[in-house]
């Protein structure tokens, strides 16, 4: 199983709009990078789900339900989307200010890159925000 952090804005798509739907479509990532890391995505690996825009802060878990499939909607077999379910809301308390504030995340690509929309976590980084979000 591997680990990721989906970003989304709140505004557009929430974490509770996950939780309402129980089972949703990932779609719309077009950065060649972001595609690069979702073609490694596997049903069955979990996922963060990170607000983005003023929010900045990462609200709940997700679980994978399918490998990556072409978009349907798109016609372009590269453009790919893969399905999730919401699994646990976070208490809120796991911000982007937070995390770079710690010198354990300093290689995390979330702090590294913060414009991409699928990326790749870590078990150790993975561990240490849901310990953080407990705190």
Do not use: C
Request: net charge positive.
């Amino acid at each position: 199983m591997a680990y990721w952090l989906l970003k989304t804005e709140p505004e557009s798509y929430s974490f509770d709009d996950l939780i309402r739907e129980e089972e949703a479509v990932w779609d719309g990532v077009t950065n060649n990078w972001a595609l690069k890391f979702m073609r490694s995505i596997k049903k069955g690996d979990r996922a963060l789900i990170y607000h983005s825009g003023k929010e900045k802060s990462i609200a709940g878990i997700a679980i994978i339900t399918s490998n990556p499939y072409p978009d349907p909607e798109k016609g372009n077999p590269s453009l790919l989307v893969f399905n999730l379910r919401a699994e646990q809301k976070l208490n809120g308390k796991v911000s982007l200010t937070r995390i770079k504030s710690d010198p354990f995340f300093g290689e995390l690509l979330l702090v590294r890159h913060t414009r991409l929309s699928i990326l790749p976590v870590e078990g150790k980084y993975w561990r240490k925000i849901l310990v953080m979000d407990d705190a």
